[in-house]
């Protein structure tokens, strides 16, 4: 049996007194239920440790904007709060769906077979365990048990859609809550598939009793609705207020009947549990994807921030679709979308990937979210919902008030007193007319006495010293910056000697690089082993340690390359045409996309080509100036090294013409009469 010091699985200590007639009882649920003590105190301490990395960054976009990363992961449905406000969203709307087609729902239980469980009910050992883990059992009921009921609905002809939600045994084992809608005429038969497989492995242990591996339950709507049957199993596995508070009947806190801990802890214990097998608590089956949802939210939000800007979609579908998601009813949402039981490639708005611009620190281009877009309406269609592109940064640690703790400011400003009354005298002269006039006094740099503290002697300065100190501490600091430069220049002038292990170096380069697809020549190697880098399609080659890594190249006209690129591989955009020719680019991208309002450019440039000067047509004549300009210089250039070679190779064949055969005669000649007719 598991040792329950093993953070990978429940913990199962002996409970009670000793018993000698009786093997020891073990209660997991009353003891660690779900996950080991180890392990719970582990789940809190990597959550101390995500919220103190959430307050130590932040993220900045390309103008310099920056916001908490706090405040981005809570705003999201990484919060629990609006991750459990959206399901209960979705799971209202497929109920209003089911009411409007007519449609029954069906709770069902589904349980792993007993060689899955660790411990029986009352918390013996349970003889028949195989020595599976949690994860076991989750593979299990996906790879299994789910899966073999799709095939064997899709094979029948018959469609389900709802919710599955996910729980804990009392010794860790997962176990499936489900909610499912159907058609009236096909329910009962899915419901005696489901049932079927889910009772086929082990079938003999179960006898003519199938309720401790499945149970299927008709809701009643005298009972409650879909929405209230599964409430419970998405807040209690989700977020604590859900079922936390005082429980009606007995006047005191709610209490996990299985586990006998209080629901806020249980709460707890069944996320960690969840978190540390890596199991997914939730998935909805059947309907659109709820991440377009989330896409269309934040398009509309966006739409809202900018009334100046378009204010709906140009097709009438999609923006009905829209319409849907920003008022927050998922059932017209599933609607507008083509409905539920439909293929994912008929749905009418799909989430729009792109690849990045940035390499990530394997060196690898990964994909990521561009917006939404309609593949029924075809690339036109896609509408960017992440404009910005955003870097974490630290957070810089804030200022220290030093005019408060050490009693002085050190920009100059005038210091409070440390009494009722200020005996730190002002340096001032006073002229014939009796008006203070300030003065600075030159005075030398302070030096510190022995055997006197620096906040001491700080405090003792008078305003004029204070300033004194730190003109000198600028003009220091300025001349030091000065001399860096300068002592800079000359390093980068002098050529930097070969490290003394630089023959291992080269060996164990060559290697790592080889491993990444990359040939180092010799010239190439000595710069790196100089201290230089490589710039290799988009990537910085660099050495670390005995290895090469690749990185991302981040400068500016390594991203304009890659804007450049991703614009021809998306879109067919090509940056030769656009620099040579842009009003004729333009043209034909307007064209693409809007056909009338090109015909209308282009006859409006055609009408009014002289007098209508805009900045692109401007551009255009700028461009072509400097094309034809370029163009004749390398003209007269080639010219002129074509007539010196002609009179080159002229001088030289009289001197030598004598001593040729006629054939080499016949072929000097003929050069001779080709430069001369080029030039």
Not at 133 to 146: A, G, P, W
Not at 180 to 208: C, K, M, N, W, Y
Not at 409 to 435: F, H, I, K, M, Y
Not at 552 to 558: F, G, K, Y
Request: net charge neutral.
């Amino acid at each position: 049996m598991r040792n329950g010091g093993n953070a990978n699985c429940g913990c199962y200590v002996a409970s009670g007194e000793k018993n000698n007639s009786a093997p020891p009882v073990w209660f997991p649920e009353k003891t660690s239920p779900y996950l080991s003590q180890d392990a719970l105190s582990e789940f809190r301490a990597q959550r101390e440790k995500t919220r103190d990395f959430l307050k130590s960054f932040m993220l900045e976009n390309e103008d310099g904007f920056t916001i908490d990363l706090e405040t981005v992961y809570y705003a999201g449905v990484s919060n629990p709060v609006h991750r459990k406000a959206e399901m209960m969203a979705t799971m209202k709307g497929l109920e209003l769906l089911a009411e409007a087609r007519g449609d029954k729902a069906v709770f069902l239980t589904v349980t792993c077979p007993s060689k899955y469980h660790a411990t029986t009910e009352n918390g013996h050992p349970n003889p028949k365990w195989n020595g599976a883990t949690m994860r076991d059992s989750s593979d299990y009921l996906v790879n299994t048990f789910f899966a073999a009921v799709r095939k064997k609905l899709n094979r029948d002809g018959l469609r389900w859609y709802g919710i599955r939600t996910v729980e804990p045994h009392h010794d860790g084992t997962v176990h499936w809550h489900m909610m499912v809608f159907a058609h009236p005429e096909e329910i009962d038969t899915i419901v005696s598939h489901t049932r079927d497989i889910a009772i086929q492995e082990d079938r003999h242990e179960l006898g003519d009793d199938i309720t401790p591996r499945f149970k299927a339950e008709y809701v009643d709507g005298s009972k409650g609705t879909p929405t209230s049957y599964i409430a419970t199993y998405i807040g209690k596995n989700l977020d604590s207020r859900a079922v936390d508070g005082i429980d009606p009947k007995t006047g005191k806190p709610r209490v996990d009947h299985e586990t006998g801990k209080s629901m806020t802890e249980s709460v707890e214990r069944a996320i960690g549990w969840a978190r540390l097998h890596r199991v997914r608590q939730f998935q909805f089956f059947g309907i659109p994807s709820r991440q377009v949802w989330r896409e269309l939210r934040r398009l509309a939000s966006q739409m809202a921030r900018n009334p100046e800007g378009p204010q709906r979609l140009k097709d009438d579908a999609m923006d009905a679709v829209l319409a849907a998601a920003d008022a927050g009813c998922f059932a017209t949402y599933i609607e507008k979308q083509g409905g539920v039981l439909v293929p994912r490639k008929d749905y009418l708005i799909r989430t729009a990937y792109d690849l990045a611009d940035e390499l990530n620190d394997y060196g690898e281009q990964s994909v990521q979210i561009y917006g939404i877009w309609s593949p029924l309406i075809g690339e036109s269609s896609r509408v960017c919902t992440h404009p910005d592109n955003w870097k974490l940064v630290r957070r810089k640690p804030e200022a220290e008030d030093s005019a408060r703790e050490n009693g002085f400011d050190l920009q100059g400003g005038p210091a409070a007193p440390w009494t009722r009354g200020n005996n730190c005298p002002r340096v001032q002269e006073t002229g014939n007319s009796g008006t203070e006039q300030s003065k600075e006094r030159p005075a030398p740099w302070p030096q510190l006495p022995d055997g006197v503290e620096v906040n001491e002697w700080m405090r003792s300065l008078k305003r004029h010293e204070r300033r004194a100190l730190m003109r000198s501490l600028r003009d220091k600091q300025a001349k030091n910056s000065s001399d860096e430069m300068q002592s800079w220049t000359q390093s980068r002038k002098q050529q930097r000697p070969l490290p003394d292990n630089h023959e291992l170096l080269a060996k164990e380069w060559r290697e790592s690089a080889e491993s990444l697809g990359l040939h180092i020549g010799e010239q190439q190697m000595q710069h790196l082993l100089r201290g230089g880098s490589l710039y290799v399609d988009g990537s910085i080659i660099a050495p670390q340690g005995f290895e090469i890594v690749r990185k991302p190249d981040t400068r500016p006209a390594s991203r304009i390359t890659q804007l450049w690129q991703r614009l021809s591989r998306n879109h067919g955009v090509s940056s030769t045409e656009i620099r040579h020719n842009p009003v004729a680019s333009y043209l034909e991208q307007l064209g693409a996309s809007d056909p009338e309002a090109a015909a209308r450019l282009a006859s409006t440039l055609q009408q009014d080509q002289n007098t209508m000067k805009t900045p692109v047509t401007v551009l255009s004549d700028m461009l072509r100036a400097i094309r034809d300009a370029e163009h004749a210089q390398r003209i007269n250039e080639t010219t002129e090294r074509a007539r010196r070679k002609a009179t080159l190779l002229q001088k030289r064949g009289k001197q030598h013409f004598s001593n040729q055969n006629d054939d080499e005669k016949k072929q000097l000649q003929s050069w001779i009469c080709l430069f001369h007719h080029e030039g």
